[in-house]
C-alpha cells in the first residue's frame, strides 16, 4: 500500500551552512585552533552579499580581493593556508 501522498513544502534556501572543524595540531607542530569553514562554496546572494547554500551556484567570476572584500562584507573570512591543511588533516 502507498502512503497518501502529501504536498510538498515550498523549497527554501538555507543560508551560511558551516561545519567546525576542531583544533589541529599540524606536522610541523604548529596548532590551528577550531574554526568552521563553509560546508558548500560560496555564492552570490540576490542582494550581492556572499552566502553559503547548497542550492546556489558557486560564485566564480570574482578576483581574490574582491573575495576577501565580499567574505569581510558577510562577516566572514577566507580561510588560510594553515587552516586548508588542517581540514584535509581530518
Known amino acids: 500500500m502507498n502512503a ?11 543560508q551560511d551552512l558551516f561545519v567546525k572543524v576542531p583544533q589541529t595540531t599540524l606536522p610541523n607542530g604548529r596548532v590551528v ?37 565580499a567574505c569581510a562584507d558577510a562577516g566572514y573570512a577566507l580561510i588560510t593556508e594553515s587552516q586548508a591543511i588542517a581540514l584535509a588533516l581530518q
Not at 497518501?4 to 538555507?14: D, F, L, Q, R, S
Not at 558548500?40 to 542582494?47: A, I, M, R, V
Open 4 to 14: 497518501p501522498a502529501v504536498a510538498a513544502a515550498p523549497a527554501i534556501a538555507t
Open 33 to 69: 585552533p577550531a574554526f568552521e569553514v563553509g560546508q558548500y562554496l560560496c555564492s552570490k546572494g540576490p542582494d550581492g552579499r556572499a552566502v553559503v547554500t547548497a542550492e546556489d551556484t558557486p560564485w566564480t567570476d570574482i578576483s581574490y580581493h574582491d573575495a576577501r572584500r
